[in-house]
């Protein structure tokens, strides 16, 4: 399966941005979907996703309320948008297909492919 992000760019901070993630040579019903995000200096850490089992979407606390993650099955691509956004929200965006449990839905290690990332930065 590839992964292609997308979306990406400079925003002020309390503006928004919506990240695309084009799924090609498997359909994304056969995995978890995921975003992740990674800041200078810091480790990568989960913001969102999809389990393949459920509909529901998960997200971590600090981004609980201002983003959504979505999917559209006709486009094969996996959405983020990010509203209200925060200068800490400053990193590499990745998408991230696996197919994890629902315990370690949020672990970067579950998750066996990756798209190439795209920079979000926020100005303060």
């Known amino acids: 399966v590839q992964l292609q992000a997308s979306g990406g760019g400079l925003v002020q901070a309390g503006g928004s941005l919506r990240l695309s993630c084009e799924v090609s040579g498997r359909t994304f019903a056969d995995y978890a979907m995921g975003w992740f995000r990674q800041a200078p200096g810091k480790e990568r850490e989960f913001v969102a996703a999809?389990?393949?089992?459920?509909?529901?979407?998960y997200y971590t606390d600090s981004v609980k309320g201002r983003f959504t993650i979505s999917r559209d099955s006709r486009e094969n691509t996996v959405y983020l948008q990010m509203n209200s956004l925060k200068p800490e929200a400053t990193a590499v965006y990745y998408c991230?297909?696996?197919?994890?449990?629902?315990?370690?839905?949020?672990?970067?290690?579950?998750?066996?492919?990756w798209g190439q990332g795209t920079l979000v930065t926020v100005s303060s």
């Open positions: 991230a297909a696996g197919r994890p449990i629902l315990s370690s839905l949020t672990y970067v290690n579950s998750y066996n492919h």
């Open positions: 999809f389990n393949r089992n459920n509909n529901n979407p």
